[in-house]
């Protein structure tokens, strides 16, 4: 096919393997393939679809930092989950819904890293959730984990 090179795993018990250094900037398009050796026998080699970095990687939840609490709203301080390139687009979607039994969630979506969420009852329970997604060079959203749930109360004025 082509010249294939050696990631440093071969002959490897474990079922994963690292990509190096040099593969792990963002643009960037792998072909793969693998088999199972056991002593002088060899399986053929399994060829797997292109990975593309951009495309095919899951982007982790951003960072919750600081939750600031006043009567009608929350001020919320978050880190993306990966140190930003030079003109990427990210943005941030927020899902937040009152704590009671029939919660109904709201979205609104940010493209600071501190943002408010508004129009909230004063002394009440809210929770939310926020995820990243970074516009990739086809134009589409590549969207990340949300974050786990946080709750925390509006203060009473």
Not at 141 to 150: C, D, H, I, N, R
């Amino acid at each position: 096919y082509r010249n294939w090179s050696d990631l440093g795993c071969a002959k490897s018990p474990q079922p994963q393997c690292r990509f190096p250094p040099e593969l792990q900037r963002r643009r960037w398009t792998i072909l793969l393939r693998v088999r199972a050796e056991l002593g002088t026998l060899a399986s053929a080699w399994a060829h797997c679809p292109a990975f593309v970095a951009e495309r095919n990687t899951t982007l982790g939840p951003p960072r919750v930092n600081n939750v600031s609490a006043s009567p009608g709203s929350l001020l919320i301080s978050v880190s993306p989950p990966f140190p930003p390139e030079p003109g990427d687009i990210l943005q941030y979607l927020v899902s937040y819904w009152e704590n009671t039994t029939s919660a109904t969630e709201k979205k609104l979506s940010e493209s600071k890293t501190l943002f408010q969420i508004g129009n909230l009852k004063e002394s009440t329970l809210y929770c939310f959730s926020v995820q990243v997604q970074l516009r990739i060079y086809s134009g589409h959203l590549l969207e990340g984990e949300p974050s786990a749930p946080q709750c925390h109360r509006t203060a009473l004025s």
